[in-house]
């Protein structure tokens, strides 16, 4: 994995958690990611992905990619950070695919458009830092009832979303505007296992220097990619 806010999610769990686990550093500026081994194991050529050695049921290795499935495989593996109820479990999975679904594409195409265009595109920009507003004012409101966390106890949901509020300052959003989502955002990165996932992630390279050569390996990729 990189640290990027989809790898601090899977290292946010498993510190929460205390399974075992080895961090396998991707180099996606210098293309690993497009490597046998990495693409047996995600398909997609993104990260996180793992492999779990010792799955629940059965001997063979299983393999997931895609962050938000991994969160809840770990969840359901371990019976911890998923409501077990039916009702709580369909709130904290709702969220989980809000983030999945809404604040980290749409973040995403923020950090592409502000950051790493050639070329300021001003509808672009005010687009994506428009729609990650909306989205964290509809964070905001939902959290505006006073609970400490998304789904009631901490759970996924709130793993999956931390990290993509991390870099609300590089996104244009100011937490000031939304008192809750603040409130939240502190509680969360208090945790000590948050504070020792982000660590972890200071020992990979987060801010990678994007060069002709790595915008052509991160930003233009077409069919022929996965051919």
Known sequence: ????????????????SGLPYRLVPVNIGKGDQFTPSFLKIAPNNRIPAIVDHEPTFGVQPISVFESGAILLYLADKLSRFIPADLRGRNEALQWLFWQMGGLGPMAGQNHHFVQYAPRPIPYAQARYINETARLYGVLNKHLADGREYIAGDYSIADIASYPWIVPHRRQQQDLADFPHLARWFKRVGDRPATKRA????????????????????LFNQDARTVR
């Open 1 to 16: 994995m990189q640290c990027l806010p989809n790898g601090h999610k899977i290292t946010m769990f498993l510190e929460e």
């Open 198 to 217: 982000y660590a972890l992630g200071e020992l990979i390279n987060t801010a990678p220097v994007v060069d002709e050569e790595t915008r052509k390996l």
